[in-house]
């Protein structure tokens, strides 16, 4: 991991905001810098309204920031690109597309031809263990499940960088648990670059190599903790139970309980 694949550098983002004729300028993020090296898991954690998301959508080209720059792979983004990878909370599945045909849509947007994609989809819904659910439209597939064919139809693309906002939120804990080890497991095989957004202190230690913890008003990094627990992270009962898991796992809790206090008291 010796290459620095995104760098984020002094981002702040700004938003107008009228009210009965009168504008004011709210700040979202405000100097914002990390920078991510290649096959690293990041994930961006903080108390609502931090900017994490925001921060997200400017690395993948969604949102424009109001200064700074951001680069992937030594370009600077100024707006979507192949070289990057969106999953969302809710994979927003087309519902007449079967779960191959909407793993193929973004090699159609991309010009693949049908047979070229055709195979990556499948290779990729295999990758997520939906060989099974291929022909299956989304009414037929559980959150669980639909989540796996957005996180398929992402990796087609074959992006350098995969961004992911709260991309198992909406689950059940039982799915959510079994998807993040999915996610350990596709990481090990692909070697990924992967930005998260999660409230999930849980999943952050257990998946992320490096933790950024924001606050808010404004939205900022309070600290990077980074995560010593070696790869590859197979045993997940063997990690939670674990000194670095827990201590980590703390330090940022109590991090975030500062914040929330301080904010409450403002």
Not at 182 to 191: D, V
Not at 219 to 232: A, C, M, S, T, Y
């Amino acid at each position: 991991m010796a290459n620095e694949k995104v760098h984020v550098r002094q981002i702040s983002k700004e938003f107008i905001v009228s009210s009965k004729g009168i504008e004011d300028r709210i700040t979202a993020l405000q100097d914002v810098s990390f920078s991510v090296q290649e096959g690293e898991i990041i994930a961006l954690t903080g108390t609502s309204g931090c900017g994490k998301t925001t921060m997200l959508r400017i690395i993948m080209g969604l949102e424009n920031q109001s200064s700074g720059i951001v680069e992937v792979g030594g370009k600077q983004v100024t707006g979507p690109g192949y070289d990057r990878g969106m999953i969302f909370q809710h994979a927003e599945l087309l519902p007449w597309r079967t779960a191959l045909e909407n793993v193929e849509f973004g090699l159609e947007v991309k010009g693949v031809s049908p047979q070229e994609r055709r195979e990556a989809a499948k290779y990729y819904l295999e990758l997520v263990g939906l060989k099974d659910a291929m022909n299956h439209r989304p009414t037929q597939l559980s959150g669980g499940m639909k989540q796996r064919v957005g996180i398929a139809r992402a990796l087609a693309i074959d992006p350098d960088v995969l961004l992911m906002d709260e991309p198992f939120g909406a689950l059940d804990a039982q799915t959510r648990e079994t998807l993040q080890d999915e996610l350990l497991k596709i990481h090990e095989q692909t070697k990924k670059t992967i930005i998260f957004v999660t409230h999930d202190l849980d999943e952050a230690v257990l998946l992320a190599d490096k933790v950024v913890v924001m606050f808010p008003d404004p939205g900022r990094i309070h600290e990077i903790v980074d995560i010593n627990i070696q790869r590859p992270r197979n045993d997940v009962i063997a990690i939670k139970g674990s000194d670095e898991f827990n201590q980590k796992r703390y330090y940022i809790w109590k991090a975030l309980k500062t914040a929330a206090s301080s904010t409450v008291g403002v």
